[in-house]
């Protein structure tokens, strides 16, 4: 189904100023492509057809010209490039790189603004909440600022020390009118550009759509929190923020300000008081065990958002960005870990099919000898040689490669996985990693092969079949009576035709025109070398004439201009 984008005044000026930073950018080729030159004012479009603004931006690398391009359309496109970078599957690494170094760079709103909305979020006068509220917040994003304050004892509860998370004004009718023009330009890219079909550019969208609003409303977040902090309760040196729901809303967020030190700080000076071994061990496991056990597992583990307080005690935060992995899932990650430490190429191949994640024109025999070679490169390899960086590349690069396109949840828990081992080996360059996951596998197999979960599989299955067989008879006759009243219907949708239509009106129009401009030209001719030099409403006829090839020419220089401009020169 062809999406519309709605004409209204506020949708038509924002496609305005995309297309005009695209353009800006060097991307006016693919503002080509999207059929959205018509979204430039009439002599910008002239002026860029003369002298394109993309040939300042031509010695500027694509991964950067794409993140200014992100970073100069506001919030919404930093979040989706925020997001993107999450997907080394999809892009190569200069781009990520590009798109990693995208910050929330927005100044804060007022803060007198900001205890409005506490106030009406809460439904309590500020006062009345917190002690103490800080003027000026220590965090702005692009969604939320973040403040300093401390709750009122009521009680036998203590006044505490949190941070309040403030959702902007305005932002959910800022967020809806670009989710609105993404998608509609996401489906003109799968339409138009066939080369980024492999992107898949609606599915992003839709998955990016769901993540931000989920992401925006914090009432998920803190969900997510007291999720954790439930799983952790009985390590307490493993600290989760608590939520305090009491000062908490879908636009007010209030949490346990941790203490400690970055561990970004930690890693730079190893003169600190810490046990860095038993740091590095505890933080491995709370992630395998994240990651195995509780199925839902912190999205960006970067030392920035690690707090350790000496000797060996770990905060995490900010969980703005979490990973989900259901039963099902699970199963295929385990299989495919499995098959890597056996060094079983061809088990990973079969995962990856019943994933849907190979493309048609996937080589499944050449897929399978490359993560044979990519598994031999680093079989035996020393732990203190082994970078998971430098893996996590390889094994995205070669999935690109092949056309092999991920679930969002697995590239995420590589990436957590990734940035949590580079950290746990820095601290601990002895520490056995595999050996920590190998166990886990090892549970979960024997789990899924275990004879109550097998009986229950064949219970559920035989529900499935019995319902087939009850429903078949049902089903049969009513294809008969629709086949002896004939009412049986073939639709056939075609695909592309649109195109088609579109470049057989473009082509009809362009001859159109240039058949005017030759009657121009034809007309101008006969009105300079007519014998009457009689003017006509006082204007002389070779000065009518002289016009005449003025226009001609002008008419034709921007036929040749979209011409060429259009790439379909011969």
Not at 451 to 462: E, F, H, I, N, W
Request: one cysteine or more; charged letters at 25%; aromatic letters at 8%.
């Amino acid at each position: 189904m062809t999406l519309n984008l709605p004409r209204t005044v506020r949708s038509i000026r924002r496609v305005q100023n995309i297309v005009r930073v695209l353009t800006h950018h060097g991307f006016g080729h693919l503002v080509d492509r999207l059929r959205l030159e018509r979204y430039i004012p009439l002599p910008k479009r002239w002026r860029h057809a003369v002298l394109p603004e993309e040939k300042d931006a031509a010695e500027i690398s694509l991964g950067r010209r794409l993140a200014m391009v992100l970073e100069s359309l506001g919030p919404t496109f930093i979040k989706l490039g925020q997001t993107l970078s999450t997907r080394p599957d999809l892009f190569p690494p200069d781009i990520i790189a590009e798109l990693v170094q995208l910050q929330d760079r927005v100044p804060p709103f007022d803060s007198a603004e900001a205890r409005r909305i506490v106030t009406e979020a809460l439904g309590t006068p500020i006062e009345e909440c917190f002690s103490s509220f800080d003027a000026d917040p220590f965090a702005s994003g692009s969604i939320a600022q973040v403040h300093r304050a401390v709750t009122r004892a009521q009680g036998s509860q203590l006044s505490q020390r949190v941070v309040v998370k403030v959702k902007r004004p305005d932002i959910e009718d800022i967020i809806r009118l670009d989710m609105t023009i993404l998608r509609w330009i996401a489906d003109l890219a799968e339409r138009l550009i066939p080369e980024l079909q492999l992107y898949r550019p609606k599915l992003i969208v839709e998955e990016f759509e769901r993540n931000l609003l989920r992401e925006m409303d914090f009432i998920n977040e803190a969900a997510v929190m007291t999720r954790f902090g439930e799983s952790f309760k009985d390590d307490p040196n493993f600290r989760i923020p608590r939520v305090y729901w009491e000062y908490s809303g879908p636009s007010v967020l209030t949490l346990q300000e941790l203490q400690g030190i970055s561990a970004q700080r930690v890693l730079e000076s190893p003169d600190l008081a810490v046990d860095r071994r038993a740091i590095a061990d505890k933080l491995a496991r709370s992630f395998v065990r994240q990651f195995f056990e509780i199925g839902l597992f912190h999205g960006d583990p970067h030392p920035g958002n690690l707090l350790i307080e000496p000797p060996a005690s770990i905060g995490l935060i900010d969980f703005g960005l979490t990973g989900r992995i259901d039963d099902q899932m699970l199963g295929q990650l385990v299989l495919a870990l499995v098959a890597a430490f056996n060094r079983e190429p061809e088990l990973i191949v079969e995962i990856l099919a019943d994933m849907d994640s190979l493309d048609e024109y996937t080589d499944r025999l050449r897929l399978r000898n490359d993560f044979l070679q990519l598994i031999e490169k680093y079989y035996g390899l020393p732990l203190h040689r082994f970078d998971t960086q430098v893996l996590f590349y390889e094994v995205t690069d070669l999935i690109r490669q092949h056309n092999v396109t991920l679930p969002r949840e697995f590239v995420l828990f590589g990436k957590a996985l990734v940035a949590v081992g580079g950290i746990c080996l820095q601290l601990d360059p002895n520490l056995n990693l595999v050996g920590l996951i190998r166990p886990q596998l090892q549970t979960i197999i024997a789990k899924r092969l275990s004879p109550s979960r097998l009986l229950k599989s064949t219970a559920v299955m035989g529900w499935h079949l019995a319902n087939i067989i009850k429903s078949a008879p049902g089903q049969m006759r009513d294809i008969s009576r629709r086949l002896s009243r004939g009412r049986w219907q073939v639709n056939i949708r075609h695909q592309n035709l649109d195109d088609l239509a579109h470049e057989l009106d473009r082509s009809s129009n362009r001859l159109a025109f240039a058949i005017v401009i030759g009657a121009v030209i034809v007309g101008s001719s006969m009105v300079v070398t007519a014998e009457t030099t009689e003017p006509i409403l006082g204007i002389p006829l070779r000065f009518m004439g002289f016009a005449g090839y003025i226009v001609a020419g002008i008419m034709g220089l921007g036929l040749v201009i979209n011409i060429i401009r259009s790439g379909k020169v011969s």
